[in-house]
């Protein structure tokens, strides 16, 4: 992404949510965004996933622009190439945890990839849940169907917008592994936003926003530093 630029108008007083930002995801790698409230993590997020068009700048994705897309053209690359997990699971109630994981595949009108389900369902530790509703699991094992659901098409990005945030530190920890694995074994892209360093620290690196601008970069983070690091960005 180069030379991003946000800014919402509330009232009359303009906010600048990202003020010309450069940033790269490279391909295979895990970023994590961190930064104070209000600095632009989600901001960034939506406008790298095409969820919110940016005032100015580029956002390339696979070598093509996707702030000129139409709706239409958004809507169809972010189906075929990201998957999304947000911090509040996001599934529908009335249905169980395999058609929920299977729901875009089955709008899509796609053939069911059994293996891919039965290998998600495996590793993301859901085996005995998949005929249960959202409202009779735990919320870790919600959060792994979501993941599930990204994955399921396997998207080139994964974006996550604080993964771990509802979740208890067992399985937030289970959901971290998760995208550790979707990155390491299958050469995804994960980018999240975070408030948890112990989060941060599963990523291959960790960008630090303020005011709208990145501030800061760590790369093989480790909690501690990155404790360290948000400290001192939420001192100054
Ligand atoms: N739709 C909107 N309309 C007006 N202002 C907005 C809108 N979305 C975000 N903002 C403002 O833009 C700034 C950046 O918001 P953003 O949500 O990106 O921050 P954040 O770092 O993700 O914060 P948090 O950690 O609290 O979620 C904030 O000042 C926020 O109030």
Do not use: W
């Amino acid at each position: 992404m180069t030379g991003l630029t946000k800014t919402y108008s509330r009232g009359v007083v303009p906010v600048h949510a990202l003020r010309g930002v450069d940033v790269v995801f490279p391909r295979g790698g895990f970023t994590a965004i961190m930064g104070p409230s209000g600095s632009g993590k989600s901001t960034l997020l939506h406008c790298a996933a095409g969820l919110e068009r940016p005032d100015a700048g580029a956002v390339l994705v696979e070598g093509r622009d996707i702030t000129g897309l139409s709706e239409k053209d958004l809507t169809r690359l972010r189906a075929r190439a990201f998957g999304f997990v947000f911090q509040s699971f996001n599934l529908l109630p009335v249905l169980d945890a395999e058609e929920n994981i299977t729901l875009g595949q089955r709008l899509a009108g796609l053939p069911p990839d059994k293996a891919r389900l039965a290998g998600l369902v495996d590793s993301l530790g859901l085996e005995g849940r998949l005929r249960h509703r959202p409202a009779e699991l735990s919320g870790g094992q919600q959060q792994r169907v979501a993941v599930a659901r990204a994955l399921l098409h396997r998207p080139s990005v994964l974006f996550a917008d604080e993964p771990t945030g509802n979740l208890d530190s067992r399985s937030g920890g289970q959901v971290l592994e998760a995208l550790r694995r979707a990155v390491t074994e299958h050469g995804q892209t994960v980018v999240m936003v975070t408030h948890d360093p112990v989060a941060a620290a599963r990523a291959d690196r960790v960008l630090f926003l303020r005011d709208g601008g990145i501030e800061d970069e760590l790369s093989d983070p480790a909690p501690d530093t990155v404790l360290e690091r948000i400290r001192r960005l939420e001192s100054v």
